[in-house]
C-alpha cells in the first residue's frame, strides 16, 4: 500500500510539474505572437540578410539572444569578438513530414518557438563577450534526419545550408569588419557549421580569425577536417569543440551503430581524455527557468562516441528518468561554456 500511494504521489507531481513548465514556456512567448504575425505578412519567402528580419539574433535589434540570467546582471560584458550561431531544428511538426521538407520564413509561430527556446537557451550564452549573429534560414523537416528518401532529404539540407551561406557571406560583408569569430551551432545546425567551416576557413585565409568552433549535438568523425584539430585544453583557439549528451550506461542503438569514431571534448575540463569529472566542477546549468543558475548539477565523462553525464539535480529531477539529454547540450554546461568563450578570445587575442 505504502508503494502505491507513492507511486500515485509521483505520477501526480510529474503532471503538475510538466503542466507548469508548459504553462510557463507557452505564456512565456506567446504573448509576443502578433508581433510576430504582422512581421510576417509583408516579408519575401527567400532571405535577404540585409533585412533584420531575417535574423532571429543580431546586435542591430533586440532580440532573446540578449537576455542575462538575473545573477549575471551584474557581470562585465565587452563583446570584442563575433558569434556565428546556427540554430537547431524546431520544425518539428508531425503532420506534414514527408510533405514540406523546408521551414517558410514567414511561419510566424515557428520563429517565435525558435526565438524563445534555441536562441535564448543557447546563443545566450556567447552574450557576454559576442555579438550573436544568428541567421533565420529555411531548416529542414527533423524527418529529413530519420527517413528513407535520402535524396529529398538531402535536397531539403542543402537548402538550408544555401541560406546559412548567404547569411554568412552578409555577415562577412557587411558586419564582421575584420572582428574575432566564433562558429557555434546545436544539432541541425552543427550540421550545417561542419560544413561552413570547411567551405570557409580550412586552409583559407579567414581562418586567421576563428577564435574557436562549438559543433554541439550532432557527431564530427574524427576525419571530418582535413587541418582543423579538435580542442584539447580550455585556452586552445583555432579548433573545434564537440559532444552529445546522455545518461551515464546509456549509448542509443543509433550510435551504437555508427561506423566511425567522433570527437568527443568534455565541456568540464575542455579535454578529450575519459577521465570523469566531477559535478562540483559545474559552474552552473540553466535549465526551465531561465532565471535561475544551478551550481553543481552533474558531472561529465566521455564514452566513445557521446559524453556520459550524472543524473542532473534540480528540483523535481527526481521524477525525470530521461537518458538522452540532446536538449540540454548546452544548458546543462552554460557557465562552463560562456567561461570559457571568455578565456579563448582572450588567449586569441593575447596572439
Same mark, same amino acid.
Given at each position: 500500500?505504502?508503494?502505491?500511494?507513492?507511486?500515485?504521489?509521483?505520477?501526480?507531481?510529474?503532471?503538475?510539474?510538466?503542466?507548469?513548465?508548459?504553462?510557463?514556456?507557452?505564456?512565456?512567448?506567446?504573448?509576443?505572437?502578433?508581433?510576430?504575425?504582422?512581421?510576417?505578412?509583408?516579408? !519575401?519567402?527567400?532571405? &535577404? =540578410?540585409?533585412?533584420?528580419? #531575417?535574423? %532571429?539574433?543580431?546586435?542591430? $535589434?533586440?532580440?532573446?539572444?540578449?537576455?542575462?540570467?538575473?545573477?549575471?546582471?551584474?557581470?562585465?560584458?565587452?563583446?570584442?569578438?563575433?558569434?556565428?550561431?546556427?540554430?537547431?531544428?524546431?520544425?518539428?511538426?508531425?503532420?506534414?513530414?514527408?510533405?514540406?521538407?523546408?521551414?517558410?520564413?514567414?511561419?510566424?509561430?515557428? !520563429?517565435?518557438?525558435? &526565438? =524563445?527556446?534555441?536562441?535564448? #537557451?543557447? %546563443?545566450?550564452?556567447?552574450? $557576454?563577450?559576442?555579438?550573436?549573429?544568428?541567421?533565420?534560414?529555411?531548416?529542414?523537416?527533423?524527418?529529413?534526419?530519420?527517413?528513407?528518401?535520402?535524396?529529398?532529404?538531402?535536397?531539403?539540407?542543402?537548402?538550408?545550408?544555401?541560406?546559412?551561406?548567404?547569411?554568412?557571406?552578409?555577415?562577412?560583408?557587411?558586419?564582421?569588419?575584420?572582428?574575432?569569430?566564433?562558429?557555434?551551432?546545436?544539432?541541425?545546425?552543427?550540421?550545417?557549421?561542419?560544413?561552413?567551416?570547411?567551405?570557409?576557413?580550412?586552409?583559407?585565409?579567414?581562418?586567421?580569425?576563428?577564435?574557436?568552433?562549438?559543433?554541439?549535438?550532432?557527431?564530427?568523425?574524427?576525419?571530418?577536417?582535413?587541418?582543423?584539430?579538435?580542442?584539447?585544453?580550455?585556452?586552445?583557439?583555432?579548433?573545434?569543440?564537440?559532444?552529445?549528451?546522455?545518461?551515464?550506461?546509456?549509448?542509443?542503438?543509433?550510435?551504437?551503430?555508427?561506423?566511425?569514431?567522433?570527437?568527443?571534448?568534455?565541456?568540464?575540463?575542455?579535454?578529450?581524455?575519459?577521465?570523469?569529472?566531477?559535478?562540483?566542477?559545474?559552474?552552473?546549468?540553466?535549465?526551465?527557468?531561465?532565471?535561475?543558475?544551478?551550481?553543481?548539477?552533474?558531472?561529465?565523462?566521455?564514452?566513445?562516441?557521446?559524453?556520459?553525464?550524472?543524473?542532473?539535480?534540480?528540483?523535481?529531477?527526481?521524477?525525470?528518468?530521461?537518458?538522452?539529454?540532446?536538449?540540454?547540450?548546452?544548458?546543462?554546461?552554460?557557465?562552463?561554456?560562456?567561461?570559457?568563450?571568455?578565456?579563448?578570445?582572450?588567449?586569441?587575442?593575447?596572439?
Amino acid at each position: 500500500m505504502p508503494y502505491q500511494i507513492s507511486v500515485k504521489m509521483k505520477i501526480l507531481c510529474f503532471c503538475l510539474f510538466i503542466s507548469i513548465f508548459f504553462i510557463r514556456c507557452k505564456s512565456g512567448y506567446k504573448i509576443h505572437k502578433i508581433t510576430y504575425e504582422e512581421e510576417s505578412r509583408v516579408m !519575401n519567402p527567400t532571405p &535577404d =540578410y540585409l533585412n533584420l528580419y #531575417y535574423w %532571429a539574433a543580431h546586435p542591430g $535589434k533586440k532580440n532573446p539572444s540578449d537576455s542575462i540570467p538575473k545573477a549575471l546582471k551584474t557581470e562585465e560584458r565587452d563583446t570584442v569578438a563575433d558569434v556565428f550561431f546556427i540554430h537547431p531544428t524546431t520544425f518539428t511538426e508531425k503532420s506534414i513530414k514527408g510533405s514540406v521538407w523546408n521551414a517558410s520564413l514567414n511561419d510566424a509561430e515557428l !520563429n517565435l518557438k525558435t &526565438d =524563445y527556446t534555441s536562441i535564448l #537557451y543557447q %546563443a545566450s550564452v556567447f552574450n $557576454k563577450d559576442c555579438r550573436v549573429f544568428a541567421p533565420r534560414y529555411r531548416q529542414a523537416h527533423i524527418y529529413s534526419f530519420f527517413c528513407d528518401d535520402k535524396t529529398s532529404a538531402q535536397s531539403a539540407l542543402d537548402t538550408a545550408y544555401d541560406d546559412i551561406k548567404k547569411a554568412f557571406e552578409s555577415y562577412l560583408l557587411h558586419f564582421n569588419h575584420g572582428r574575432p569569430i566564433i562558429i557555434a551551432a546545436h544539432s541541425q545546425g552543427t550540421v550545417h557549421a561542419a560544413r561552413l567551416l570547411k567551405d570557409y576557413f580550412e586552409a583559407k585565409p579567414l581562418f586567421s580569425l576563428l577564435v574557436c568552433a562549438y559543433l554541439v549535438g550532432m557527431p564530427v568523425p574524427e576525419n571530418y577536417f582535413s587541418s582543423l584539430k579538435p580542442c584539447t585544453d580550455s585556452s586552445q583557439t583555432g579548433c573545434f569543440t564537440t559532444w552529445r549528451t546522455y545518461r551515464n550506461k546509456y549509448v542509443p542503438d543509433y550510435i551504437q551503430k555508427e561506423m566511425f569514431v567522433s570527437v568527443v571534448v568534455n565541456p568540464l575540463s575542455w579535454s578529450i581524455d575519459q577521465q570523469r569529472i566531477a559535478r562540483d566542477y559545474n559552474k552552473g546549468a540553466v535549465l526551465f527557468n531561465f532565471q535561475k543558475i544551478l551550481k553543481s548539477t552533474n558531472g561529465a565523462q566521455i564514452h566513445q562516441n557521446v559524453l556520459w553525464i550524472d543524473k542532473p539535480k534540480f528540483p523535481l529531477s527526481f521524477l525525470s528518468q530521461r537518458k538522452n539529454y540532446h536538449p540540454g547540450d548546452y544548458n546543462l554546461f552554460y557557465m562552463n561554456i560562456r567561461e570559457n568563450i571568455k578565456c579563448r578570445i582572450d588567449h586569441f587575442l593575447k596572439k
